[in-house]
């Protein structure tokens, strides 16, 4: 059964501090890894997707790295602004299998970024 | 182009009613995937749903069920409700069903079972 795990559940920088989320699955079968922003009460924006073949994506600020055969995935924001304080969640979606069509998500870090 | 649209924004039920909650895909999009993010348990798999037919299910009681309509909308449905049922339910929609597309979320239907 896969198992998602995010690291640190959650973290207060100040503002314009470059700063790491980190995550890890324990099935390497995967198809692809999405990281996710989530305001409070609302749904999920989807920030950047990684493809199992790939070993990073970059938008903006934001570039997340995969590493499929550790099993692990960072998040990286550059000068992070009061506005990036959100959680973070991170998913991963199955090669196939009983699993196949879903994302398993991590629990997510809460971000604060603090003027 | 329209986002995935859910309604309604809040619903409250009391204990052992039925809750009926919608979703319109985005345009183009034939899949659709419902979640259920509760207090403390994180995002869950509920639901896929392709081209009309249910394509796999999460570790659900049989009370959660759901179709999939011509248009590719969506209900789901949550019979005999219970406390721990309270959750946003989040709908996800993405062009082909399966690992390789990306899914896109709505703003999820807030359940609150009293």
């Known amino acids: ?115 | 182009e329209a986002g995935v649209t859910q309604s309604p924004t809040h619903l409250i039920k009391t204990r052992g009613q039925q809750a009926t909650l919608r979703c319109s895909p985005i345009s183009g999009h034939t899949s659709v995937y419902w979640y259920q993010q509760a207090l403390g348990l994180g995002l869950q798999f509920l639901l896929w749903y392709d081209e009309g037919e249910e394509r796999n299910r999460g570790n659900f009681p049989p009370r959660f069920s759901g179709r999939q309509f011509p248009n590719y909308s969506s209900e789901l449905n949550v019979n005999a409700l219970e406390l721990e049922d309270s959750a946003l339910y989040l709908c996800a929609s993405s062009r082909s069903g399966g690992a390789r597309e990306t899914q896109y979320f709505g703003p999820g239907t807030r359940l609150l079972v009293l």
Do not use: M
């Open chain 1, 1 to 115: 059964k896969q198992e998602v795990t995010q690291i640190p559940a959650a973290l207060s920088v100040p503002e314009g501090e470059n700063l790491v989320l980190n995550c890890s699955f324990t099935d390497s079968a995967i198809y692809n890894l999405q990281w996710f922003r989530q305001d409070p009460g609302k749904g999920l924006t989807s920030l950047l997707l990684i493809q199992s073949s790939q070993r990073e994506q970059t938008s903006g600020r934001l570039n997340a790295s995969l590493d499929k055969s550790s099993g692990r995935s960072t998040l990286y924001i550059a000068a992070s602004q009061p506005g990036d304080s959100a959680t973070y969640l991170c998913a991963v979606s199955h090669a196939g299998g009983t699993s196949y069509g879903k994302l398993t998500f991590g629990q997510g870090t809460i971000l604060t970024v603090h003027p």
